[in-house]
């Protein structure tokens, strides 16, 4: 069994910053790439941002030189520092990994339940 819990969420106003924070935890045996989706209201979930096993990342348009993820292996965790915010950055923000449990052959997809980042003066 495998959890993804983030944390960070909440309201702030424009050009402020945000960082969400979400850690796996339970049987894992590896951590491959770890990503931010977001949802807004009406739209469909988007991915923000994606951080590989070796370190590369790539990030929506809509976000670079705002957004940065980033992770702690030894913590299972992964970051996103949110700088700039804009109004329509408001959005459920999810997270994702795809990990390898300890009883299985090959790595498959896990969400987060999300965590709300409302953008608001």
């Known amino acids: 069994q495998v959890q993804l819990v983030e944390s960070g969420g909440g309201l702030v106003q424009p050009g402020g910053s945000l960082r969400l924070s979400c850690a796996a935890s339970?049987?894992?045996?590896?951590?491959?790439?770890m990503a931010w989706y977001r949802q807004a209201p009406g739209n469909e979930r988007e991915r923000v941002a994606r951080?590989?096993?070796?370190?590369?990342?790539n990030y929506a348009d809509s976000v670079k030189g705002r957004f940065t993820i980033s992770r702690d292996a030894g913590k299972n965790t992964v970051y996103l520092q949110m700088n700039s915010l804009k109004p329509e950055d408001t959005a459920v923000y999810f997270c994702?990994?795809?990990?390898?449990?300890?009883?299985?052959?090959?790595?498959?997809?896990?969400w987060g339940q999300g965590t709300q980042v409302t953008v608001s003066s």
């Open positions: 951080l590989t096993s070796d370190g590369r990342t």
């Open positions: 339970g049987n894992i045996f590896s951590i491959y790439d």
């Open positions: 994702y990994a795809n990990i390898q449990t300890v009883a299985a052959l090959g790595m498959r997809g896990y």
